[in-house]
């Protein structure tokens, strides 16, 4: 049996947007360390990882393993209809055909329940290797959706250059051209690690969607290194994240 | 051309 206990519905409003753009269906696995999930999206171009250990609930109890197959935009529905500030109790028995989730105001006079029926999802689970990163960039999560919905006005295609003087992106497309480049700071509100400098071309479509968790991070990680996915990660306070992992576009 | 990331990571 699950019993998982947010203390604010916010987190995971916040957690079913950066969710629902990119992915419709997706299973929730749920371990006694927590809640694992991992999908791509149905163009197979990019894939989503959300790991929340058992820290970030104010109630955590998983005996068995139990795989909870969601429809995200109903998840959506049953989110919306609560405050963020209720807490939220997800309940699910151990070969469960449906997800209970009970919502809780701040001062218990208001309860809500719903009952959410589940899918039986055949889902591929993907390994994804440790990877030495040539470049690992960390920067403002807003300043990071901000440069993306920028590029995106100019070009499908977003290129990400990054050299140990900074990191640029750059889009051309019938318009024009944009660049905009960030070099690290004093401040420390950007970061660039560089091994080896390194340049790929990105869909600005699937940056675009990846800033819809910009709400649950202050921070963004973009990790690039040749010929692999590039990385952006979120992280969720010290006990989870959301990962995205794009594939790069290749010269024809 | 864009390239599909399940060319990336092996199926477990």
């Known amino acids: 049996m699950l019993e998982a206990r947010f203390g604010e519905t916010l987190l995971l409003k916040k957690i079913v947007d950066a969710l629902k753009e990119i992915i419709s269906q997706s299973t929730l696995d749920c371990t006694e360390t927590g809640m694992q999930l991992q999908s791509m999206d149905n163009s197979h171009v990019s894939l989503v990882a959300l790991s929340l250990q058992t820290e970030g609930f104010e109630k955590y109890r998983c005996d068995r393993n139990v795989s909870l197959g969601l429809d995200l935009k109903s998840l959506a529905k049953v989110v919306k209809s609560a405050s963020g500030d209720d807490a ?12 209970l989730l009970s919502f809780e105001s701040d001062n218990k006079s208001r309860t809500a329940d719903y009952e959410l029926k589940l899918l039986n999802l055949d889902q591929d689970h993907l390994g994804i290797p440790e990877t030495n990163y040539a470049c690992i960039v960390q920067m403002p999560s807003s300043e990071f959706a901000r440069i993306c919905r920028d590029m995106s006005m100019f070009s499908e295609s977003v290129v990400i250059s990054c050299t140990k003087q900074g990191i640029k992106f750059s889009a051309n497309g019938d318009m024009g051209s944009a ?9 420390g509100d950007i970061t660039i690690d560089v091994d080896e400098p390194i340049t790929q071309s990105f869909a600005g479509r699937y940056l675009n969607t990846f800033t819809r968790a910009t709400p ?24 989870g994240y959301i990962r995205y992992y794009l594939a790069p576009k290749v010269d024809e | 051309m864009q390239r599909n990331i399940d060319a990336f990571f092996k199926r477990l």
């Not at chain 1, 660049?179 to 401040?187: A, C, F, Q, V």
Request: aromatic fraction near 4%; charge should be negative; include cysteine.
């Open chain 1, 88 to 99: 939220v109790t997800l309940t699910a028995a151990d070969k469960a055909d449906k997800l």
């Open chain 1, 179 to 187: 660049n905009i480049k960030l070099s690290d700071t004093s401040k």
């Open chain 1, 216 to 239: 649950l991070s202050d921070r963004v990680k973009i990790c690039l290194a040749p010929d692999v996915p590039l990385l952006v990660e979120y992280p969720i306070e010290d006990y």
